[in-house]
């Protein structure tokens, strides 16, 4: 059945939606500091209940359960989106129709299409996967048919120039001949040695034989017979072909990409590294049988030996495969860590000597991206693909000249810190031999076209950050998320792609991300408050639109709660001309003025270091905003800082950590302590910290090393020392242990444990594959040999580094709060 739209009156009180933009009057601040705007929500509080530790802590489904997955159907007129089951992991799936909402029932589910669907050239199909099958979609006629029925997964759909549409299974490439069905196996990527076939005998001996015993020489002319008549009809017999491609025993495929026009394929294959030795575990002592479950776990960085992608071109037509070298790309063979093992050698009484040499190279596999860092233009006759350095300094777009078989570099961008593993979107413009990508090359991720053979041009500048593209068809506009107007505020825009004209299509206030509508003229609008979860909303794609909220989701129980809203302010910062935007929770009674320095505070560090949390959007951090606004509610100020690293603010912020974590975030923090304490009547001897995975970590140094800044502080899944942690993430940011012992020992808190003189709570999951439980046991230890007494552990025997059980949230808060409730 449809449901009305729920009555949105309450809702749009909460919404927020004319955010006030004010100017710090804070009398401190610097020429730099007082342009900044504080953000002030136009309500301090929200409905009437006060918010308990246990309800903030309860199965979030008591929050309602917010629309997820939204995209838009073929015809762009309606909008499909998911929905979780209360208290169930399982989802259901809706579809608004422009009237109302209804559930798609199970048997239908294969009909509705999916958000990465694709579409034929002139528009007419649309193709997807539903349940790992392939479905194409008639638009006009709105009719369905399936075309597998497999086991098989398939993946990479694609319409070919041809008409046909493509995708891969089983490291498989298949095309169907849309109008006869007809499947054909355009090539079978393997990865073992290519059989030799039948050969002569060379050595005496096998020689000796053949000539000695007729038996083995009919068995041999047999066997010379059959593979010369399958060459035979496979040459001659068109109903036939040989598409095997063997790519050489212990390899593995890590990316492969069909050409449009169906004769190429670019295969990216690694050397297959087998499984690590059994220190690299993770033990599960509560399991199903009662036994301890030795799980795998990921290797560290100290332990992560160089990786190398090879790129093969494979011919489809004339069934050659090349590779392609490396040499092309400017740099490829530079020192670029001369000076850091320099520095690390001469530490270690050693003299280092810089070398030129091929460095290792991969395909850029950006977190959450979902792209291909292989580009084919419309045509099929150009690729692009996006490579990085294993040093982590470098990032190429480079094309293939396939005549010569070489790769020609289009842009290289070069970071003494390192490449962003975000803001890596690129792609060609349609039916042009025109590049558009994002780069940080100026100090902030933009926008810029690069036709082959020519000049750059940027289409975006300033000092904000542009994510998300999404080019029209007819290459008049890229559309894009950026915090144009505030580093905390993420609206909708497009540029032309021609002029540089820069249209704001959105103007919410908040937290906003989007889905272009097939046909171009809608927007799917996922849009958030500080106070609000995100919603769903559909405007036409133009400027100054109206907004139609289509989904109300927050509950009743949620609504009635009194929770505070923070103001986001700018700290004016001691070691950058640039501020930090931080959340502030002000005191349920605080009067504006007040003095004596009589209110005690907590700062809170958000994780992953590269994140931004002081937004005005709906935090991942629910849980601690309702935490927060109950210590607000308390008399607490409590802060929540974007620290140097945080994601946000630009290149030189995020990189402000390398080679030494845990100093400038630490900085930050004590500018946001003396921020309170002259701002907001803190009395700076009754501060308090805490935070999980890198907020544990900045607890930990804080602790350790400005043991005088906060009275307590609560680690959460920290890290203790960053050599035990994943490669991914942490040579980025201190190299590798090889390179940089340095940075290592002044950035892992470990080191530092004698500092500690103030209460200390750590929490740990004990079956964290992010974290390892093996960093607590190590401080611990560690803290036990420096014969200290002022700390505690508690353990979590379930919980994975995203706590899942709330007895274990609400025990974990339980602890923090009676923390600052003892020390503050």
Same mark, same amino acid.
């Given at each position: 059945m449809k449901q009305s739209l729920t009555s949105l009156a309450v809702a749009s009180a909460l919404f927020l939606a004319g955010c006030q933009v004010t100017q710090n009057s804070n009398n401190n601040q610097n020429s730099q500091i007082t342009s900044q705007a504080t953000i002030a929500t136009t309500v301090e509080a929200t409905g009437s209940q006060a918010i308990t530790l246990e309800q903030a802590m309860a199965d979030p489904d008591w929050l309602g359960r917010k629309p997820e997955g939204g995209f838009w159907s073929a015809d762009?007129?309606?909008?499909?989106?998911?929905?979780?089951?209360?208290?169930?992991?399982?989802?259901?799936?809706?579809?608004?129709?422009?009237?109302?909402?209804?559930?798609?029932?199970?048997?239908?589910?294969?009909?509705?299409?999916?958000?990465?669907?694709v579409y034929s050239q002139d528009g007419k199909l649309q193709a997807y996967v539903f349940a790992g099958n392939v479905f194409v979609k008639d638009i006009i006629s709105d009719q369905v048919r399936q075309l597998t029925k497999s086991s098989q997964k398939a993946e990479q759909l694609q319409?070919?120039?041809?008409?046909?549409?493509?995708?891969?299974?089983?490291?498989?490439?298949?095309?169907?001949?849309?109008?006869?069905?007809?499947?054909?196996?355009?090539?079978?990527?393997? %990865?073992?040695?290519?059989p030799l076939g039948v050969t002569e005998p060379t050595s005496y001996i096998a020689?000796?034989?053949?000539?000695?015993?007729?038996?083995?020489?009919?068995?041999?002319?047999?066997?010379?017979?059959?593979?010369?008549?399958?060459?035979?009809?496979?040459?001659?017999?068109?109903?036939?072909?040989?598409?095997?491609?063997?790519?050489?025993?212990?390899?593995?495929?890590?990316?492969?990409?069909?050409s449009p026009s169906g004769d190429k394929l670019i295969v990216a294959t690694t050397k297959d590294i087998p499984e690590r030795s059994a220190q690299d575990i993770m033990p599960n002592y509560v399991t199903q049988d009662g036994n301890i479950?030795?799980?795998?776990?990921?290797?560290?960085?100290?332990?992560?030996?160089?990786?190398?992608?090879?790129?093969?071109?494979?011919?489809?037509?004339?069934?050659?495969?090349?590779?392609?070298?490396?040499?092309?790309?400017?740099?490829?063979?530079?020192?670029?860590?001369?000076?850091?093992?320099?520095?690390?050698?001469?530490?270690?009484?050693?003299?280092?000597?810089?070398?030129?040499?091929?460095?290792?190279?991969?395909?850029?596999?950006?977190?959450?991206?979902?792209?291909?860092?292989?580009?084919?233009?419309?045509?099929?006759?150009?690729?692009?693909?996006?490579?990085?350095?294993?040093?982590?300094?470098?990032?190429?777009?480079?094309? %293939?000249?396939?005549?010569?078989?070489?790769?020609?570099?289009?842009?290289?961008?070069?970071?003494?810190?390192?490449?962003?593993?975000?803001?890596?979107?690129?792609?060609?413009?349609?039916?042009?031999?025109t590049l558009y990508y994002l780069s940080e090359e100026s100090g902030y991720s933009h926008l810029y076209t690069k036709p082959l053979n020519g000049k750059a041009t940027q289409l975006t500048s300033g000092k904000f950050e542009v994510s998300e593209l999404t080019l029209t068809k007819d290459n008049a506009a890229i559309y894009f998320k950026a915090n144009k107007k505030h580093p905390g505020i993420y609206e909708?825009?497009?540029?032309?792609?021609?002029?540089?004209?820069?249209?704001?299509l959105t103007n919410l206030n908040g937290m906003t991300d989007y889905v272009l509508s097939p046909d171009e003229s809608k927007l799917l609008l996922t849009h958030s408050k500080i106070v609000m979860p995100p919603e769903l909303y559909i405007a036409n794609a133009e400027p100054g639109s109206e907004v139609k909220q289509i989904t109300n989701t927050?509950?009743?129980?949620?609504?009635?709660?009194?929770?505070?809203?923070?103001?986001?302010?700018?700290?004016?910062?001691?070691?950058?001309?640039?501020?930090?935007?931080?959340? %502030?929770?002000?005191?349920?009674?605080?009067?504006?003025?007040?003095?004596?320095?009589?209110?005690?505070?907590?700062?809170?560090?958000?994780?992953?270091?590269?994140?931004?949390?002081s937004h005005l959007g709906w935090s991942v951090y629910?849980?601690?905003?309702?935490?927060?606004?109950?210590?607000?509610?308390?008399?607490?100020?409590?802060?929540?800082?974007?620290?140097?690293?945080?994601?946000?603010?630009?290149?030189?912020?995020?990189?402000?950590?390398?080679?030494?974590?845990g100093k400038p975030e630490i900085e930050d923090l004590a500018d946001g302590v003396n921020w309170m304490v002259e701002n907001v009547n803190v009395d700076k001897g009754a501060v308090g910290t805490y935070g999980g995975s890198y907020g544990g970590f900045m607890t930990f140094m804080a602790l350790f090393t400005q043991p005088e800044l906060f009275q307590a502080g609560a680690a959460l899944r920290p890290v203790t020392d960053w050599a035990y942690y994943n490669d991914p993430y942490t040579s980025n940011i201190l190299n590798r242990p090889a390179d940089d012992p340095i940075a290592y020992r002044r950035s892992s808190p470990i080191y530092f444990a004698e500092g500690l003189n103030k209460p200390m709570l750590i929490n740990a999951p004990m079956i964290d594959d992010n974290v390892f439980f093996q960093d607590v046991?190590?401080?611990?230890?560690?803290?036990?040999?420096?014969?200290?007494?002022?700390?505690?552990?508690?353990?979590?025997?379930?919980?994975?580094?995203?706590?899942?059980?709330?007895?274990?949230?609400?025990?974990?808060?339980?602890?923090?709060?009676?923390?600052?409730?003892?020390?503050?």
């Open positions: 762009s007129q309606s909008v499909l989106f998911k929905q979780k089951q209360s208290g169930s992991k399982l989802r259901d799936t809706f579809k608004y129709d422009g009237q109302g909402i209804e559930q798609v029932d199970l048997s239908d589910k294969h009909q509705v299409g999916a958000g990465d669907a319409f070919l120039t041809s008409g046909q549409l493509a995708y891969l299974a089983d490291n498989t490439f298949y095309a169907i001949d849309l109008n006869t069905g007809l499947t054909t196996e355009l090539a079978k990527l393997i %990865v073992k040695d290519a020689q000796e034989q053949h000539q000695l015993i007729s038996y083995v020489a009919l068995q041999h002319k047999n066997a010379k017979d059959a593979q010369s008549r399958k060459k035979a009809l496979v040459d001659q017999n068109s109903t036939l072909d040989n598409n095997l491609f063997y790519l050489g025993k212990d390899q593995r495929i890590v990316e492969s990409s069909l479950d030795p799980v795998k776990a990921r290797s560290r960085v100290a332990d992560n030996k160089p990786v190398e992608h090879t790129l093969i071109v494979i011919d489809l037509n004339t069934k050659q495969q090349q590779s392609l070298r490396y040499d092309a790309l400017p740099g490829f063979d530079e020192d670029v860590l001369a000076d850091v093992r320099r520095e690390n050698a001469e530490a270690q009484g050693k003299t280092y000597s810089s070398k030129q040499a091929p460095r290792h190279i991969t395909l850029i596999l950006d977190w959450g991206w979902d792209q291909s860092p292989i580009q084919w233009n419309t045509q099929g006759t150009e690729v692009a693909v996006m490579l990085e350095s294993w040093d982590n300094k470098d990032r190429w777009i480079a094309t %293939v000249d396939f005549s010569n078989n070489k790769l020609v570099s289009q842009h290289r961008l070069h970071d003494e810190a390192w490449v962003n593993y975000t803001h890596n979107d690129f792609g060609w413009l349609n039916n042009k031999d909708i825009y497009r540029v032309g792609v021609q002029s540089g004209n820069l249209e704001t927050v509950s009743d129980a949620f609504l009635s709660k009194k929770l505070i809203a923070p103001k986001v302010v700018a700290v004016p910062s001691s070691h950058t001309d640039q501020p930090i935007y931080a959340k %502030v929770y002000y005191p349920a009674d605080y009067q504006e003025g007040e003095q004596g320095n009589t209110r005690k505070a907590v700062i809170f560090n958000h994780g992953a270091g590269y994140l931004q949390n629910f849980r601690e905003f309702m935490f927060h606004s109950l210590l607000a509610s308390e008399g607490y100020v409590v802060m929540d800082m974007d620290y140097r690293a945080s994601k946000g603010y630009g290149r030189d912020w995020r990189t402000a950590i390398y080679r030494h974590m046991v190590r401080l611990v230890q560690r803290l036990i040999e420096l014969e200290k007494e002022n700390y505690e552990t508690a353990i979590y025997p379930v919980e994975p580094h995203g706590f899942v059980q709330p007895s274990s949230w609400l025990d974990e808060y339980r602890r923090i709060y009676k923390l600052f409730k003892e020390n503050l």
